[in-house]
């Protein structure tokens, strides 16, 4: 990502939609790049690699789950989804192809650019290795497998920091119940939701404030589970 003006890729077919996502965009600091189709789409995309990319699934010439397939075979870049479609089956399948999140037609700019920005420090702190997600009170440090609230530690059971670990990993965005069970509980347990849901009641009883109003770890129904919009890293600054 740009140090400054970051360059997202907005490919939508409807010109008001463009029109509206690229105010709101520019007035957040983007540089925003337009296509209206998926073939335009791949070639901006290659010509000049954005920072971001929000894709429309209907478009005129293919739709935007090919789109997606073809620029997860090179590219890492944040993706966002749009569409009208609120299938949960399709939402998790295109999360599962690589979608970093799935924002359903019509929205509001405000949420959109959160889930953009937190797409987007995902990216960075993977690429960068940085150790330390925190959301609120919480912190989790990944280097040192070290979670606290308001500083004092958290002692979870290894299959409860794991499942924490994980939606840290990927913190502000949705993350599927397939995904985490495979990864916690291995591939034969693909089906056992209700494994998630006790692991992550206990999860709440130890992080939330209120876990029966959860701020922190929050549910994305029928999908999975998101870590609330981390904090930005601070960067230190020398005296």
Excluded: C
């Amino acid at each position: 990502m740009t140090e400054a003006n970051p360059v997202v890729l907005v490919v939508d077919d409807e010109v008001q939609i463009r029109r509206f996502l690229r105010a709101g965009l520019e007035l957040d600091g983007f540089a925003v790049q337009d296509a209206e189709t998926g073939a335009d789409a791949l070639r901006w995309a290659t010509l000049k690699p954005p920072d971001l990319v929000i894709l429309d699934l209907g478009l005129p010439d293919m739709d935007g789950s090919e789109v997606l397939e073809r620029l997860r075979a090179w590219s890492s870049v944040p993706l966002i989804v749009l569409s009208v479609r609120s299938n949960e089956a399709e939402k998790v399948r295109l999360l599962e192809s690589g979608a970093d999140d799935y924002v359903v037609k019509p929205f509001g700019m405000a949420e959109l650019l959160a889930r953009a920005h937190a797409a987007m420090r995902r990216h960075v702190r993977v690429s960068t290795g940085e150790p330390v997600v925190k959301v609120g009170p919480l912190a989790i440090d990944l280097a040192a497998r070290i979670v606290t609230i308001n500083g004092a530690r958290v002692m979870l059971t290894p299959k409860e920091y794991r499942l924490l670990q994980l939606l840290a990993q990927h913190a502000g965005n949705v993350v599927t119940h397939q995904f985490l069970l495979k990864e916690v509980w291995g591939s034969p347990h693909l089906q056992d939701t209700h494994y998630l849901r006790i692991f992550v009641r206990k999860l709440r009883q130890k992080i939330e404030a209120d876990p029966t109003q959860p701020r922190i770890l929050l549910t994305e129904l029928g999908i999975g589970y998101r870590l609330a919009v981390p904090e930005p890293a601070r960067t230190a600054v020398a005296s």
